[in-house]
């Protein structure tokens, strides 16, 4: 049974905007008081099961799950048809720590979810084509023009995080974050 959070981070961007590094980043300054959760997880894991395929690889950052991208994408679309808050549930059945960090979330009910049952900092990492390229992000289509894409593109987050390699203010950016759950967790 999950542990009521005093707070939940949800993180949203595009591909390679940074949404893992700024995770990473906050896991270490939150150390123990942070449970980093991942909507795509029980998506790849229902997803290899159903599909023969190898589960952690999908969940790796290896160009493995590119080969699925596309058939992932559209097999997670039917699911939350059905259900838009099939993935949030599992994703967070387990979580023990009184802070979550959603680093994925892609469309409005997403963040619907989590707005409307927590207290929640939606939180959109944003670069430059020109930086997410010096990443590795190439356009493709089907992906960067679906709506795992692009559903957010509209919705205002609370904070905009800026990612464009100036560490400086990305340290600045991040410690908000932190003073925000740490104000949260002395209440
Ligand atoms: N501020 C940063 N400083 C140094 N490297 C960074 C920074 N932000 C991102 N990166 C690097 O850029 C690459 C892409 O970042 P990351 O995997 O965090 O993006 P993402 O938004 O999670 O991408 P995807 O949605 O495709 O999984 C990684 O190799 C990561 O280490
Ligand atoms: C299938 C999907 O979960 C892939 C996410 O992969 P990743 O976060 O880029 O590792 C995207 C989606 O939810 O539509």
């Known amino acids: ?100 960090l959603v680093c994925d979330a892609r469309r409005p009910t997403d963040m619907d979810y989590f707005t409307s049952h927590y207290p929640t900092l939606t939180v959109k990492v944003c670069a430059s084509e020109d930086v997410r390229k010096e990443r590795g992000w190439v356009w493709t289509d089907g992906v960067d023009n679906a709506p795992s894409e692009c559903a957010l593109d509209d919705y205002s987050c609370q904070m905009l995080l800026s990612n464009n390699g100036d560490n400086v203010m990305l340290t600045q950016q991040l410690e908000q974050i932190c003073d925000l759950a740490f104000s949260k967790l002395k209440l």
């Not at 961007?13 to 590094?21: A, I, N, Q, V």
């Not at 942070?34 to 894991?45: D, G, H, I, N």
């Not at 190898?54 to 994408?73: F, H, P």
């Open 1 to 100: 049974m999950a542990l009521q959070p005093v707070l939940v981070i949800v993180l949203c961007g595009k591909r390679k905007s940074g949404k893992d590094h700024v995770a990473e980043r906050l896991k270490l300054m939150l150390k123990d008081v942070l449970a980093v959760l991942q909507l795509s997880k029980p998506l790849k894991e229902q997803y290899a099961k159903e599909h023969g395929l190898d589960a952690e690889r999908l969940l790796d950052s290896s160009s493995y799950k590119e080969t699925y991208r596309r058939d992932m994408i559209r097999w997670g679309e039917e699911r939350r048809d059905r259900d838009p808050a099939h993935f949030c549930r599992l994703a967070t059945a387990e979580a023990d720590k009184p802070v979550w």
